[in-house]
C-alpha cells in the first residue's frame, strides 16, 4: 500500500511539475519554480525508495517466518505421529499383560463404577431410612400413646357355634320329634344346624351366619319355656324371635353410632351396622372392633390435622360390607364402600372404606388412618385368635415367600408369625444386599399376604442384623 501510494505521488508531482514547466517557458519567473519543484520532486523519490527498501526487507522478514512455521508444523505432525504410534504400543502392551482388550477394560470399569455408585446409594439408603425411622417411630409413638391412652375397649370372642342348656336329656326327644318332624322344620326354618349328641343336657347350634344362629338359639329357648314343641308353633316361635333380634339389631346399630359419636347415618346403614354384633373376625368382635376403630381413627385424625369426622365415619363402617358379604359378592372392603355410596356418605368416606385392605389405593390421610386404626385394633394382644391350620399356614407360607430369595440360606417363622428371620451366607450376601434383601421381603409379604398387625423382617449375615417391618 505505502508503493502504490508513493507512486501516487510521483505521478502527480511529475504533472504538476509538467505543468509548472511549461508555465515557466512563458515567464521569466519560471526557472526558479522549476529548480524548486525538482528538488522537491528528488526528495519524494528518495523518500519512495526508501519505503519500498523497506518494504522489500519486511517481505523477506516475512518469508523467512513462513519458512520457520512450515518447518514446525512438519515437526508437529511427525511427533503426532510419534505419539500415537506409542499409544498404540503401549495399549497393546496393557493388553497383553491385563489380557482384556480395551472395550473389556473399559466395561469393566463402567461395572466397577455401576457397583460403587450401587454401594453409595444403598449407604445413603440406609441412612435416610435410619434418620426417617427414628424421627417416625417418634411422632408414631406420641400419637399412638395419646390415642390408646384415652381409649379403653373391650372386646368379646365368639365362635361359629352355640350352646343352648336343656332341663334335661329328655328335651332333646321333643326337639327332635317323632320321625325327626320338629328338628327338620327348626333346621329348614332357621338354616342352623342342631347338634343333638352325646352332650348331656345340651344342643349345640352350628352356623357360620351368626344372626341365623342368634335367631335359632332365642327360638329353641323360647319353645323349651314354653314346653309346647311341634312345628306350628316353631314357627310361630321364629317369627317372633327374628322381629325381636330385627329389633335387637337395630338398637344395636344406633349404640354403636352413638358410642363412636357419629349422627345422621341412614338407618339402613345403622340396621347393617348391628348385624355386626354377630360377625366376628379371628375370634374379635366385628361391631366392637368398628367402634373401637372409629374412636382410633378419631384421636389419630385429630393428631394429625386431619378431618376427624371423616375418618371416625368410615372407620366405623369400614367393615359393614362384612354384614352383607353372604349377600353380594366382591372383596367386603368394595361391598361397603358401594354400600356406603347407596345411602348417601361422602366420597371421602367411601374410599377410605374401601382402602382399608389396599382394594384400591389410598388416596387421602383419613384412608391411610382408617388402615392404621384397623391395623391397630386388630393388633392388641389377645383381640384376635386363629384356628391352628389357619396358624401353620400361614407361617409355612411366610417361610417359603422369603426362601425363594437368592443367597438365603434359613428361614424361622417367629412369634406366631409377626416376626421372620432370615438368615444369609455371607459370602453371597453383602450388608448393603442384605438391607435390600429385607425391603423385597417386606415388600413381597404387604403384597401377597394377609395379616393382622405388624410383620417384622430380619435378615442376619454373620453377626449383624437388618431389620425391615412391614
Not at 515437526?75 to 491385563?98: F, N, P, T, V
Not at 455371607?426 to 417386606?442: F, K, Q, S
Amino acid at each position: 500500500m505505502e508503493i502504490v501510494g508513493a507512486a501516487a505521488i510521483l505521478a502527480v508531482a511529475l504533472i504538476v511539475v509538467a505543468v509548472l514547466v511549461a508555465r515557466g517557458r512563458r515567464t521569466p519567473a519560471g526557472d526558479a519554480s522549476v529548480r524548486d519543484i525538482e528538488q522537491a520532486v528528488r526528495e519524494r523519490e528518495q523518500r519512495v525508495g526508501e519505503v519500498e527498501e523497506r518494504i522489500r526487507e519486511r517481505a523477506g522478514e516475512l518469508d523467512r517466518r513462513a519458512r520457520e512455521l512450515d518447518e514446525q508444523t512438519r515437526a508437529l505432525e511427525a511427533e503426532r505421529d510419534q505419539l500415537a504410534r506409542r499409544r498404540r504400543e503401549h495399549e497393546e502392551a496393557l493388553e497383553k499383560i491385563s489380557g482384556l482388550s480395551v472395550a473389556q477394560a473399559r466395561d469393566r470399569l463402567v461395572r466397577e463404577a455401576e457397583e460403587q455408585a450401587r454401594h453409595d446409594a444403598a449407604k445413603r439408603l440406609r441412612q435416610i431410612e435410619d434418620e426417617t425411622k427414628r424421627a417416625a417411630d417418634q411422632r408414631v409413638r406420641s400419637i399412638l400413646s395419646v390415642a390408646m391412652q384415652r381409649l379403653a375397649a373391650s372386646h368379646a370372642v365368639e365362635t361359629t357355634v352355640s350352646v343352648v342348656e336343656l332341663p334335661s336329656d329328655d328335651m332333646k326327644g321333643r326337639i327332635i320329634g317323632r320321625e325327626g318332624r320338629n328338628i327338620r322344620a327348626l333346621e329348614n326354618l332357621t338354616g342352623v344346624d342342631f347338634i343333638i349328641d352325646d352332650t348331656p343336657n345340651a344342643v349345640v347350634l352350628s352356623a357360620f351366619d351368626g344372626v341365623r344362629r342368634e335367631i335359632a338359639r332365642m327360638t329353641l329357648e323360647r319353645l323349651l319355656q314354653d314346653g309346647r314343641i311341634h312345628p306350628a308353633k316353631i314357627e310361630e316361635t321364629y317369627f317372633q324371635a327374628k322381629a325381636d333380634l330385627d329389633r335387637q339389631i337395630v338398637e344395636a346399630g344406633e349404640e354403636a353410632a352413638l358410642e363412636a359419636n357419629v349422627q345422621g347415618l341412614d338407618p339402613e346403614l345403622v340396621k347393617t351396622l348391628g348385624r355386626l354384633k354377630f360377625r366376628t373376625s379371628y375370634g374379635q368382635n366385628v361391631l366392637a372392633h368398628s367402634v373401637e376403630c372409629a374412636n382410633l381413627a378419631a384421636l389419630m385424625a385429630e393428631e394429625l390435622g386431619a378431618s376427624a369426622r371423616t375418618a371416625r365415619r368410615a372407620a366405623l363402617l369400614h367393615d359393614i360390607g362384612k354384614a352383607v358379604s353372604h349377600e353380594v359378592e366382591g372383596p367386603h372392603a368394595l361391598v361397603g364402600g358401594d354400600l356406603a355410596r347407596r345411602y348417601g356418605e361422602s366420597e371421602s368416606v367411601a374410599h377410605a372404606m374401601e382402602a382399608h385392605h389396599n382394594e384400591v389405593e389410598p388416596q387421602t390421610v383419613e384412608a391411610v388412618i382408617v388402615q392404621t386404626a384397623d391395623a391397630l385394633s386388630g393388633a392388641r394382644p389377645g383381640a384376635r385368635g386363629e384356628s391352628l391350620e389357619h396358624y401353620v399356614k400361614r407361617l409355612r407360607e411366610l417361610e417359603q415367600l422369603a426362601q425363594k430369595h437368592e443367597g438365603v440360606d434359613k428361614v424361622y417363622a417367629m412369634q406366631a408369625g409377626r416376626e421372620i428371620r432370615v438368615i444369609v451366607a455371607p459370602d453371597a450376601v453383602d450388608d448393603d444386599r442384605a438391607l435390600v434383601l429385607a425391603r423385597e421381603i417386606a415388600r413381597e409379604i404387604e403384597k401377597e399376604m394377609e395379616y393382622p398387625g405388624q410383620i417384622k423382617v430380619t435378615v442376619i449375615r454373620e453377626s449383624r442384623a437388618v431389620e425391615y417391618a412391614r
